[in-house]
């Protein structure tokens, strides 16, 4: 199993709603990631997980709040977000820090707020 | 701070051959990525490298020079299907998990 699956594939919620992103992977790999991607923008990161500790959080304001429940698990839960939020929220797994391990990518979450 | 750049938008003809470039000023410097995206999908992992020279894998190969701060992507004999979004990153400090990605490349194979 090479894959990172995330869930959903589409979400539309407004202002005041409350929802989660989720993401698996079952590779065995050791650090997670969030990255948030406007259309035609590269990918951006959000937040680094290695071993279950968040290690980065790139300055990313506190209605995004990252939650790394096990190994295999990384949610995002989200609230009170802005019409300027919208994206496609990407998950990666990567197998450690070693420099040269490479980031698997999920096929996102894309997501709207009205 | 990082910055990673990238030509935004290139053309280039089936069967060809197209050089992307990457120039990157970065805090730590620990491997260059380049990832394949398509339009609507995740990126995809197309080649590393960390010292000087020159990789080759395939149709693609990748190079670095880490004193001048440069990489390129050669993509040869240029299918349809190459026609994608290419994203150049950079890897910073070690043990941080970090890799950031430059503006990325649009790349359109015309028949």
């Known amino acids: 199993d090479t894959e990172v699956t995330q869930t959903p594939k589409h979400l539309v919620m407004g202002m005041t709603n409350k929802k989660s992103l989720k993401c698996e992977q079952h590779?065995?790999?050791?650090?997670m990631y969030w990255y948030k991607q406007k259309a035609k923008k590269p990918p951006e990161l959000m937040f680094v997980y290695s071993y279950e500790k968040l290690s980065i959080n790139e300055s990313v304001p506190s209605r995004f709040s990252p939650e790394c429940p096990n190994s295999s698990l990384l949610n995002l839960h989200l609230h009170a977000l802005q019409p300027e939020d919208s994206a496609l929220y990407l998950c990666?797994?990567?197998?450690?820090?070693?420099?040269?391990?490479?980031?698997?990518f999920g096929s996102g979450t894309q997501l709207s707020v009205l | 701070g990082q910055n990673i750049d990238q030509p935004t938008e290139m053309t280039a003809t089936e069967g060809a051959i197209v050089q992307i470039n990457c120039t990157y000023q970065t805090s730590g410097f620990n491997g260059l990525f380049w990832y394949q995206q398509h339009a609507g999908e995740a990126p995809t992992f197309l080649s590393y490298?960390?010292?000087?020279g020159l990789e080759e894998k395939g149709r693609f190969s990748s190079f670095l020079s880490r004193s001048k701060g440069y990489s390129y992507l050669l993509l040869k004999e240029l299918q349809m299907k190459d026609s994608a979004s290419y994203l150049c990153?950079?890897?910073?400090?070690?043990?941080?998990?970090?890799?950031?990605f430059g503006t990325g490349t649009r790349l359109t194979v015309i028949p």
């Open positions: 490298n960390v010292l000087d």
């Open positions: 990153a950079v890897r910073g400090q070690t043990g941080a998990n970090n890799l950031f």
């Open positions: 590779m065995g790999h050791r650090a």
């Open positions: 990666a797994s990567s197998q450690d820090n070693t420099p040269g391990e490479k980031l698997f």
